[in-house]
Nanobody, 118 residues
Framework: QVQLVESGGGLVQAGGSLRLSCAAS????????MGWFRQAPGKEREFVAH???????LYADSVKGRFTISRDNAKNMVYLQMNSLKPEDTAVYYC????????????WGQGTQVTASS
């Protein structure tokens, strides 16, 4: 089992920055893909970014150039640096994990609220 706990959410003005952190426990993150998803009120959960064990990265088009995902394998941590935040980035952000080679995201955190005010 993998337990994931997000932190770092909050309220920021549009154009501002926030850094989300995800702490993993239960087992090492080796061979796990780590991802960030978000869900805005009344909308479905959507993919934001993921990073593989070896550092391969994929971003949603909506955040490309503004968000940066990173991981510290030694500390079992994953981060999401969010710059130039827009009101449409407002959502609950979730950290997730899946074994490399599989498609289902098996493990999820409880989420952290990010609000970018206009």
């Amino acid at each position: 089992q993998v337990q994931l706990v997000e932190s770092g959410g909050g309220l920021v003005q549009a154009g501002g920055s926030l850094r989300l952190s995800c702490a993993a426990s239960g087992r090492t993150l080796s061979n796990y893909v780590m991802g960030w998803f978000r869900q805005a009120p009344g909308k479905e959960r959507e993919f934001v970014a993921h990073i593989t064990w070896r550092g391969g990265i994929l971003y949603a088009d909506s955040v490309k150039g503004r968000f940066t995902i990173s991981r510290d394998n030694a500390k079992n941590m994953v981060y999401l640096q969010m710059n130039s935040l827009k009101p449409e980035d407002t959502a609950v952000y979730y950290c997730a994990a899946r074994p490399t080679g599989l498609l289902d995201w098996n493990y999820w955190g409880q989420g952290t609220q990010v609000t970018a005010s206009s």
